[in-house]
Nanobody
Framework: QVQVVESGGGLVQAGGSLRLSCEAS????????MGWFRQVPGKQRELVAT???????NYADSMKGRFTISRDNAKNTVYLQMNSLKPEDTAVYYC?????????WGQGTQVTVSS
C-alpha cells in the first residue's frame, strides 16, 4: 500500500524559511513525478512545484526564485525549501506522487506565515 507523508510545516514570520519533506513508502518501482500543491480554505488547490525522476522542475510563477523543489530518489523523498515567505503563502501544503500511473496524496501539512 502506497503511503505519502509530509512533515516540516509550522509557524514562521514573514521573510523566514521552512523546509518541507515528503516521504513515499510502499513502492516497488521508481516514482515518476513528485510535487507540492497548496490550498487555502475556500480556494482550489494550486500547484507549487513538481519534479521528475530525472530532476526536471516546474514552478508556479509566484514561487519562482523563492521556493526550491528537490528529491532524493534513493529515499523516495521530495523536499520543498521555502525562503522569503510571505503571509499569502499561508496554506495547507500537500505532497503528490505519480506512481504506476496513479496519483497519491499526503494528508497535508500546515504552513502559517505571520506578518
Amino acid at each position: 500500500q502506497v503511503q505519502v507523508v509530509e512533515s516540516g510545516g509550522g509557524l514562521v514570520q514573514a521573510g523566514g524559511s521552512l523546509r518541507l519533506s515528503c516521504e513515499a513508502s510502499g513502492t516497488t518501482y521508481s516514482i515518476n513525478l513528485m510535487g507540492w500543491f497548496r490550498q487555502v480554505p475556500g480556494k482550489q488547490r494550486e500547484l507549487v512545484a513538481t519534479i521528475s525522476r530525472g530532476g526536471s522542475t516546474n514552478y508556479a510563477d509566484s514561487m519562482k526564485g523563492r521556493f526550491t523543489i528537490s528529491r532524493d530518489n534513493a529515499k523516495n523523498t521530495v523536499y520543498l525549501q521555502m525562503n522569503s515567505l510571505k503571509p499569502e503563502d499561508t496554506a495547507v501544503y500537500y505532497c503528490k506522487i505519480n506512481y504506476l500511473w496513479n496519483d497519491y496524496w499526503g494528508q497535508g501539512t500546515q504552513v502559517t506565515v505571520s506578518s
